[in-house]
């Protein structure tokens, strides 16, 4: 089985191909609050709206400070959809977020990169354990 794409409106694309990453992260695509790439049941790339991701957790980190640091010159409405990161790394059975937030370009690259195997997705930036 290959890696797989699940949205939070439920729909789920099996074998994800760089046409599926860059259509469902397309500037102005609705993918919803969430996305989750996954390979296997062990392991994941989770994608999420910075603004739900802040509303869903007790324990923001890092990245929300950078959130805070780019948008926070502009009103709330107004703020630019930016997204976290967040991975499971099976060897380690932890999950990691990134401390930097991400335009959706960034969200393209990094996606396209995973599913192809590569490492500069989790390389090119900062993480933390994230507080179960």
């Excluded at 930016?82 to 969200?107: G, K, M, N």
Aim: aromatic share 10%; proline share 5%; hydrophobic share 35%.
């Amino acid at each position: 089985m290959g890696m797989e794409l699940s949205l939070a409106n439920n729909e789920v694309i099996p074998d994800v191909g760089d046409a599926d990453i860059l259509r469902t992260f397309a500037e102005g695509a609705d993918f919803g609050p969430y996305a989750i790439l996954s390979p296997s049941d062990d392991e994941f790339l989770q994608v999420a709206e910075a603004q739900w991701a802040s509303r869903e957790a007790d324990d923001n980190g890092t990245w929300c400070q950078d959130y805070e640091a780019k948008t926070a010159h502009l009103p709330r409405n107004k703020r630019p959809p930016l997204y976290v990161l967040e991975y499971r790394d099976p060897d380690e059975e932890v999950v990691f977020i990134a401390t930097s937030v991400l335009s959706r370009a960034e969200v393209r690259e990094t996606a396209l990169d995973y599913i192809h195997g590569g490492t500069s997705w989790r390389r090119d930036r900062s993480w933390e354990h994230l507080s179960d």
